[in-house]
DNA sequence: AGATATTTGCAACAAATAAATCATTAAAAT
DNA sequence: ATTTTAATGATTTATTTGTTGCAAATATCT
C-alpha cells in the first residue's frame, strides 16, 4: 500500500528535519497513499492544506526529481497492492482461525462499526436533528454527565467551548457541579449524558432543572431510561459490546454528531469562532509539533 | 478490481454493438483496469494503440458524461482493492452529493464507522495487543490526555479504576496534575493519549516520565506523531471526520478495547473486582432506576 | 537587537490534458 | 450507383497540470 518502503520509511525518518509545511504534506500522504496516486498534485495538496509548490518541494526534499516519480511510486505500490489484494484477504481469514487476542479486538471494533451504522437509521436522525434544532434555540446549553458519561459530557462542552460560550459544564470539585444551575431559566436547556447504570446525581439534577423550566435534551440508552420522562428530546444510542464494561463510543459518537450539527448551522460564526480559538491557543503555546526541550 | 461491476458487465455485454476502434479501446480497458485509474488518457489510448477521442466516445457511449467519470470509477475500484473491504462504505461516504441535516450527520456517522472497521485491519489489531500487553506488566499504569484528549484519558482511568486500584490520572485542579508522576519508576507505564494538534502540556509530560525510567504508552493519530518517539508501544487511530472538528471516537474505541483486553487478560479477577465495585457502589446510592423523590 | 538564512505564499509559465469541432473516409440503404 | 449514415482521424480550444521565480514573512544565529 506504501511505496518501496524505503520512500514511506524515508519520510518517517526525516520528518523531523521538514519544515512546518512540509511536514503537513508529508503527513497527508503517509495517511492518504492512494490519494497521491488516483489524483493530481493540486487536488491532494487542497486535502492537505498546503500550497501546491509545496508538494513538489517534498519531492524535492526526498531526492527525487520532482512530484511525477513520487507519484509514480505511489502508483506502482497501488498496482501490486490491488493485485495482492485476495492473498490480503484471504491472510486475514487465515489470522481470523487463531482465535486469539487480536480476535477480541477485531470483534469488538466490528460491533461499534455496525452500531454507530445503525445510528444512521432515519428514527436516530430525526432524533438528532430534533435534539441539535432545540440546542440550538437555546440561551445556554448546561452540560451534565456523572461517572462514564462524564466523558462524553466533558467533550461536548469542549468543543462547544470551542465554538463560543453558550455551555457550562456541571461538574466541579467537591460536589459543587450543580451551582451553575442556579440561574438556569426557561430559555436555557440542559444537556444530560447517562446510560445504564443511571447515575443518581444525574438524574436528580436533571429533575431540578427541569422544575425550575429548564429546558431538557438528553442522550441515553433505552426508550425507558428514566430521562425520556423529562425530556423534551432524546436522541438513543446502544451500549451493549462484546465486553465487560458497557460502550460509550456510539454515545461520544452522538455527541460529536450534535456538536457538528449545531456548528453547521452558521458556518460563518463557526469558522470565526474556530480562528479566534486558534488565535487564543496559539499565543498561549498550548500545542507542539515536536517534543519541547526541558526546561 | 473492477469498477462498479455494472460498467464492466456493460461493456461486455455491449461490446458486440461498438465500433471496431471502440472495441479495442474497450478490450485494453477491460484487461489493464489499473491503467484506466493510474495513468493519463492519452496514455491509455497510445498502449490500446487508438486515438485519445477514442477514449472519449468510449466513455459517452458508455452512458458516462466524459472519460474522466470512467476514470473516476476504476479509481474508486482500486481504492477498494487497495484499501480493504472497509472502503466499500466509504464511497457510499464520498458519493454524499446532498447535504440536509440528517445528510450530514448520517454521513459522518457513516464515516466514522468505517474508521473503526479500519482499525480492525492485522497491522492496528498487533499494536493493540502489544499495547496490552505492555500495560499488563505494569505495576501502576498513568493515564494522561489533556484538552480534547482528556475524555478519553478519563474514561480509560474510570474503567480501570472498577478493575482495580492500578491506574492513576494525571490530572488535577490547579495544574497540579503531573505530580502523582513524582513517585513513578521504571515498573510503572505512562498511558499518553493525545492527538493533532498535541497538547505541550502532555509531551513534556511524558517526556519528564520517560526521563524518569517510565515506559511509555501511547494512543495517537499519526506516524510521525512526536509521541512516537517516546514511545515503547503505540496504537494509532484516525481522527479525521467530515466535520469542523476532529474525531475522537476512534480513540475512544481504541482505549475501549485495551481496557476489556486488560479485563479478558484474568477473567475471575475481573468478574470479582466488579461485583466488589458493584456492591460499593450499591451501597452508596450512586445509582437509581427511576427518577428520585426530590428530597 | 540586528543580520542572515530559511521558509512560505503567490503568481506566472509552459506543457499536457480532455473535450469539442470539423473534415474525411468507409459502410449501408435506397 | 448514388445518397445517406455512421465511424474515424485530424485540429482546435479551453482547462488543468506541475514547475519555477520572486517577494514577504519567519526563524536562526551572532
Redesign the interface.
Known sequence: ?QPSDSLREQM?AQ?DAMSAQL?QA??YV??HP?DV???SMREVARHAAVQPATMTRLAKFLGLPGYDELRAQY?AA??E??DG?AA??Q??VD?GSERG??D???H???G???Q??K??E?DS??R??AA?DRLKSARKVYVLGL??S???A??FH??MT?LGERSVHLDG?GGTGGDALIRATSEDVLLVISIK?????A??LA??AK?QGVGIVSITDSEVS?LV??SEQVVLCPTE?D???H???PA??VS??L???L??FDRPK?LEA?QQADEH?LHL????????R?R
Request: charged share 15%.
Open positions: 500500500m518517517i520528518y511536514q508529508a503527513r503517509l495517511e492512494q496516486a488516483l489524483v502508483a497501488l498496482r497492492g490491488g489484494f490480503k484477504v491472510k486475514r489470522e487476542v487480536s477480541i479486538a477485531s469488538m471494533l466490528q461499534l462499526s455496525v454507530l451504522e445510528l444512521c432515519p436522525l430525526r438528532l436533528e441539535a461517572r462514564s462524564h466523558a462524553v466533558w467533550h469542549y468543543v470551542l470539585p447504570p443511571y447515575a443518581a446525581g438524574l436528580e429533575q431540578l422544575a428514566p420522562a423529562l459490546s465486553s465487560f464494561f460502550t460509550l463510543t461520544l459518537a460529536e454528531v456538536c457538528n450539527l456548528a453547521e463557526t474556530l491557543l503555546n498550548t500545542y507542539a509539533t515536536a517534543i519541547p526541558r
